[in-house]
């Protein structure tokens, strides 16, 4: 129907072909024509409301100044109000009226008039203030709707196929049965199911002044999933603290804790933060999948002479490993994935973690808990007391922390570890700065790996883009291989939530510490020089190992470029 009113515009010169033509793309990736038209500045939402009033002689109202009663927006469920493109925004005794953007959609009437059985008139409004009253009034009812229903089907055939979504006790909790909570422990088990249900990494549960909204980061995105009514703010943000033991009646400082569900037979654990803002408590939930934990070295998408560096390292019997990257980047799976393959009866493995986020059998796991003193130095002390052979430190913060994992890699043990830095040549310049002598670099670090994680162009609704080759070119590939390159978008269809992208690929840039390298440092040589040695010495930077992915199909351009920087 947006095309049908974009043709309109074009035929009324209010728009010109070229314009409609780059409307036609754009609708392609899921957006509407005249919301591309809109977005882009090319027609004024304005004077299109007077153009469009005039045309189909409607009347208009400014929606966003216009509060709408509960009981009329339960006249028409959220499935028919999109269907239809219509909100119904004011009842009388046999009349309904509703607000419409687009005029297109008035055919549609009779299926307003079938359900509710009254006269319908309609009131004409902008895009933006139809989106807003749209995801105000129906985003929430029909999400919360729809996970209620996963929940009942699960429920329903649990007893043939054991797949479930049940709260796990492991610790005393208020099960909340009173007639009166079960809207709210209802909603929280949709938002959470949901959250199992799509794969996501965080549940963001976020309060404002006027709505209550939850975002989920879906593939590294954050997209908003549902806005629930403000009045049942308090009694979320309550009963996700009652299940994450967290003290209800402390709202004026952080607090954290933990949430076990079970989904099909596999537990998951919700790793859960408050934190005081300014209209209320914001809980942000990391979801910790156990079966999602990809711990096979050969899947993590290192090319063959980045394994073979990365392997070197790894299983050296002495030395630092260090993997940089910033937050959500899967530093965690790769040295899981390492941990694993190191995991053997003949070697004593002991981790000290800020938290601890997935169990390994076979490994010994300290979690840091500043409270008691049980600091990463502290700990890592103490494990070097306790006969280790490999010893995985989460993060190197401090000077303190730097000093014990650099002494332990000296004197004979493995030691793995994790730092915030953009590549892997950085990190040394980075350890300097944190006060690591040279000479101490030189003799305990054995490879430094960067990384990143790119999102994949949905296999459900990839098409091919064509691009110039002149453009692959100027990023460096030959003549040859520009004219060979296929490169692909998603659409965006149901199955990636109409982003085009559905799960991600890791990307890496591997600094395998050879004589040269540590020569160069020794001597203070700087930090351009010594990445350009290493890349004399092959090793294949970030955008370098982007474009590759790219060039297999794997990932689109953009994400390739957006996430990484220039050599």
């Known amino acids: 129907m947006s095309k049908q009113l974009a043709e309109l515009l074009l035929k009324e010169r209010i728009?010109?072909?070229?314009?409609?033509?780059?409307?036609t793309t754009a609708a392609q990736t899921g957006k509407s024509h005249v919301r591309y038209l809109i977005e882009k500045k090319i027609v004024s939402e304005s004077k299109l409301l007077h153009y469009l009033g005039h045309k189909y002689g409607i009347p208009s109202l400014n929606l966003s100044k216009f509060e709408i009663p509960p009981e009329v927006i339960r006249l028409i469920p959220a499935d028919l109000a999109r269907k239809c493109n219509m909100i119904p925004i004011q009842a009388r005794a046999d009349t309904l009226v509703v607000?419409?953007?687009d005029p297109t959609f008035l055919g549609k009437v009779e299926d307003i008039k079938f359900r509710t059985k009254k006269n319908v008139e309609a009131v004409l409004t902008t895009f933006s203030a139809f989106d807003e009253a749209m995801s105000k009034h129906y985003g929430g009812a029909s999400f919360v709707g729809a996970a209620l229903e996963n929940i009942k089907k699960d429920l329903k055939k649990s007893s043939d196929d054991?797949?479930?979504?049940?709260?796990?006790?492991?610790?005393?909790?208020?099960?909340?049965?009173?007639?009166?909570?079960m809207p709210v422990i209802s909603l929280v088990n949709g938002i959470l199911s949901e959250g199992i249900r799509r794969g996501v990494s965080d549940i963001h549960v976020e309060p404002y002044e006027k709505r209550f909204r939850v975002r989920m980061r879906v593939d590294g995105t954050l997209v908003e999933v549902v806005q629930i009514p403000i009045e049942m703010k308090r009694a979320v943000v309550a009963r996700l603290k009652i299940m994450s033991r967290m003290d209800i009646a402390e709202s004026r400082v952080p607090q954290d804790g933990r949430i076990k569900l079970k989904s099909g037979g596999t537990e998951i654990d919700f790793r859960v933060s408050s934190m005081p803002t300014l209209f209320g408590e914001k809980?942000?939930?990391?979801?910790?999948?156990?079966?999602?934990?990809?711990?096979?070295?050969?899947?993590?998408?290192?090319?063959?002479?980045?394994?073979?560096a990365f392997q070197k390292g790894v299983f050296a019997a002495t030395g630092m490993v260090l993997v940089t990257g910033p937050t959500g980047s899967g530093k965690t799976t790769t040295l899981y994935s390492a941990l694993a393959a190191l995991n053997k009866v003949s070697d004593n493995i002991s981790t000290v973690e800020d938290p601890v986020e997935y169990n390994?059998?076979?490994?010994n796991q300290v979690q840091v808990n500043k409270d008691v003193g049980l600091t990463f130095a502290s700990v890592l002390r103490t494990l070097l007391r306790q006969d280790p052979d490999i010893i995985l430190v989460g993060e190197i913060r401090d000077f303190e922390t730097m000093e014990v994992a650099v002494q332990a890699a000296l004197t004979g043990h493995l030691v793995l570890s994790t730092l915030h830095t953009n590549d892997a040549p950085s990190t040394l310049m980075r350890l300097m700065n944190m006060g690591l002598e040279p000479f101490l670099a030189v003799a305990a670090i054995n490879t430094i790996i960067a990384q990143r994680l790119l999102r994949s162009v949905c296999p459900q609704c990839k098409y091919e883009f064509p691009i110039p080759p002149q453009k692959l070119q100027e990023l460096g590939f030959s003549a040859e291989q520009s004219s060979q390159i296929r490169s692909y978008r998603g659409k965006g269809c149901n199955q990636c939530g109409q982003s085009g992208y559905k799960g991600r690929i890791a990307i890496y840039e591997?600094?395998?510490?050879s004589p040269t390298l540590k020569e160069m440092l020794l001597r203070g040589e700087s930090l351009g020089e010594i990445k350009k040695q290493a890349l004399k010495e092959g090793m294949k930077t970030l955008r370098s190992s982007a474009l590759t992915k790219?060039?297999?199909?794997?990932?689109?351009?953009?994400?390739?470029?957006s996430m990484t920087m220039e050599n």
């Open 15 to 23: 728009i010109t072909s070229p314009q409609f033509t780059e409307a």
């Open 99 to 101: 607000a419409v953007a």
């Open 162 to 181: 054991g797949v479930s979504i049940e709260l796990v006790q492991v610790h005393d909790i208020d099960p909340g049965t009173s007639e009166d909570d």
């Open 283 to 308: 809980i942000v939930l990391r979801m910790l999948n156990q079966s999602g934990l990809q711990l096979d070295l050969a899947k993590l998408g290192f090319e063959p002479e980045q394994m073979a």
């Open 360 to 363: 390994l059998e076979g490994v």
């Open 510 to 513: 591997i600094l395998d510490f």
């Open 550 to 561: 790219f060039a297999e199909g794997r990932t689109s351009l953009e994400e390739a470029l």
